[in-house]
């Protein structure tokens, strides 16, 4: 049975979104501010500068996102030690409310991803337009639960997600708040994605399953086709990753738009958007060649796409040891935690066994950084 709204518009700040809205251009400034509040206010002006209407950041802790012995990780900056690229980009929380204020003054609106409950907590006391839920946390039912609770619009992406990962995902924020607003963002977790499996037909298929808004969460390089043909889709938002420069060092850069192609972009979104949506792929084959958009658009079933395969299931959040747990050890927050388990470890239990977990007792050892599995836990007598 499909998951509707009865009304498929989303208020983000004062944005409406949706299927009949103009197409809502989120700049996903990420970790790309290299730990440099100067260059974090630039990202902000290059976003209003060309003409993009929303900014987002990132608010996550390295120890709560992974286990500190996921070891070396290929990236696009070459081979790296993970945690600590990923410690190296943690934008500090005290930097927020003048980030906000910065991004207010330019007439963005302010969005961020947070990746454990603390930060849910800091970004609804800041005042945030909206919460983005990031691909990997989309079966973060803690993290969902606790998003929805503060009745802020959701943006939830779905990269490395199956059509019943959304549906229990959307399944956990409708049981804490029924009447959550919930854009859903078609996306293919690859970094870059090859533009061929972008697979922009999901977008329809989405809109069908669960009655909602659906935009695209674009890992594409393209600044122009790709988003295009997500209009001539039906995307009611596209969010893109942004740098000031490729050159600079760090994991998504190399894959962001820099801040000509942002106008680019948004130029043909706005040109796009002024077309009737039933005649928009028409136009993308007279802007970029008849047959232009047909591999763009792919198949549309919603599945996992050959360049995000190396990350299902690791990505994903699952129940993993955050030190040494001896046998007949209670388990808790106090020695486990739902984390990424990244390419160099085996996942464990999925989140939504974690009221399951707590209290057991540990029947088999476990060193830090393993994943929980069954044969690891019994429930307690008591």
């Known amino acids: 049975m499909p998951l509707t709204l009865t009304d498929p518009v989303v208020t983000l700040g004062t944005r409406r979104v949706g299927a009949d809205e103009p197409v809502l251009l989120v700049a996903e400034a990420g970790s790309n ?47 790296v030690d993970f945690f600590e690229v990923v410690r190296e980009g943690q934008l500090p929380p005290a930097w927020l409310p003048e980030l906000k204020a910065h991004a207010e003054s330019r007439g963005l609106l302010f969005l961020c991803s947070p990746f454990d409950l603390e930060a849910v907590e800091w970004l609804d006391r800041l005042g945030v337009d909206g919460f983005k839920i990031a691909s990997p946390e989309l079966n973060h039912l803690p993290l969902l639960a606790a998003a929805a609770a503060t009745g802020r619009p959701l943006v939830c992406s779905s990269g490395i997600s199956t059509l019943a990962d959304i549906e229990e995902a959307l399944g956990q924020i409708r049981a804490v708040n029924p009447l959550a607003e919930v854009v859903l963002l078609h996306c293919v977790s690859a970094y870059p994605c090859p533009p061929e499996e972008s697979n922009l037909a999901v977008i329809e298929t989405l809109e069908r399953a669960f009655g909602l808004p659906v935009g695209f969460s674009d890992h594409t390089t393209d600044p122009e086709l790709v988003p295009a043909v997500a209009v001539a889709a039906g995307a009611c938002l596209i969010e893109k990753h942004i740098t000031l420069s490729r050159d600079l060092r ?133």
């Open 33 to 79: 501010h290299n730990g440099d509040p100067g260059l974090a206010r630039e990202l902000i002006d290059a976003t209003a500068d060309a003409g993009w209407e929303a900014v987002k950041f990132q608010l996550f802790r390295s120890e709560w996102m992974y286990p500190p012995t996921c070891g070396m990780v290929e990236t696009p900056m070459g081979r």
């Open 250 to 382: 760090g994991p998504d850069h190399p894959f962001a738009l820099e801040p000509d192609e942002m106008r680019q972009m948004a130029a043909i979104v706005r040109e796009m958007g002024m077309v009737p949506r039933e005649k928009r792929l028409a136009a993308v084959g007279r802007y970029f060649g008849e047959d232009s958009g047909i591999a763009i658009l792919g198949h549309g079933r919603k599945e996992i796409m050959p360049s995000e395969r190396p990350l299902y299931p690791g990505d994903k959040r699952s129940v993993h040891a955050v030190r040494t747990i001896a046998v007949g050890e209670t388990l808790g927050p106090h020695n486990l935690r739902v984390l990424r388990s990244e390419r160099n470890l085996a996942p464990g239990l999925h989140p939504r066994f974690w009221p399951t977990i707590l209290g057991a007792r540990a029947v088999r050892p476990l060193a830090l950084g393993d994943g929980l599995r069954w044969e690891h836990l019994v429930q307690s007598a008591s």
